[in-house]
């Protein structure tokens, strides 16, 4: 019983490309989160959701852009990739008050 | 300095042994504390949250000293299955919801 889908396990793209990464969740959470992680950095939130059309900016949202025009499914979006953007993509969501995420599977992005 | 703070590892313990591991954090005013686990190339699963008083569960302990800024994880008894990496996380209020903000983790690898 899968409750926050990726769209995609693994992803290559060129440099320059516009991407779209898709997460939908099935549990009715008020907030989304979409994390990136890469060795020895961690999980970083680019940009997270606590709504349908709210969005706020994490701590890294430079390159990235979101839409979450319903309340299951939060897209990332790389306007242009660029090759610093290959990555492990983390989507999460989470009830507000509740105690932690759940996470997605995860998208593995390769910009070449 | 980084919002939590973990000793990388890695950690090489034989099966049966108890291992401890470390976190602390920046931010006085975080409420809720959690560790997750994540295996190779898979997504983080909560493990356990942490509450004040300390909490056990099975052979996984976890403390919280306030004072220190200080959260630890104890397992006793490792077995095979405990190799992963474990993520020391700790709740930011921030913006529109509630924020988890992760560690970069320590592995661990149980031997034979």
């Known amino acids: 019983d899968v409750k926050v889908t990726q769209s995609s396990r693994y992803l290559v793209k060129r440099t320059g490309e516009k991407v779209f990464l898709e997460c939908v969740q099935d549990?009715?959470?008020?907030?989304m989160f979409w994390y990136r992680q890469d060795p020895g950095l961690g999980l970083r939130l680019i940009y997270f959701?606590?709504?349908?059309?709210?969005?706020e900016k994490g701590d890294i949202p430079e390159g990235y852009s979101v839409s979450r025009e319903k309340k299951e499914r939060f897209s990332l979006i790389l306007e242009s990739a660029s090759t610093n953007q290959t990555s492990m993509y983390l989507c999460?969501?989470?009830?507000?008050?509740?105690?932690?995420?759940?996470f997605g599977s995860g998208t593995r992005l390769t910009v070449v | 300095r980084k919002e939590v703070e973990q000793d990388p590892g890695p950690f090489n313990v034989p099966e049966g042994a108890t291992v401890a591991f470390n976190c602390t954090y920046s931010?006085?005013?975080?409420?809720?504390f959690f560790w997750y686990r994540q295996d190779c190339r898979k997504e983080p699963k909560l493990l356990m949250s942490?509450?004040?008083s300390g909490n056990e569960d099975g052979r996984f302990t976890a403390q919280l000293n306030r004072a220190s800024q200080y959260i630890s994880l104890l397992i006793r008894d490792s077995k095979l299955s405990d190799s992963a990496t474990y993520l020391c996380?700790?709740?930011?209020?921030?913006?529109?919801?509630?924020?988890?903000?992760f560690g970069s983790g320590t592995q661990l690898t149980v031997l034979p």
């Open positions: 999460a969501s989470s009830f507000t008050g509740g105690d932690g995420y759940t």
């Open positions: 549990m009715d959470h008020e907030n």
């Open positions: 996380v700790v709740n930011r209020i921030s913006g529109s919801a509630r924020q988890l903000t």
């Open positions: 931010n006085s005013a975080s409420q809720s």
């Open positions: 959701s606590y709504d349908v059309k709210m969005k």
């Open positions: 942490v509450y004040s």
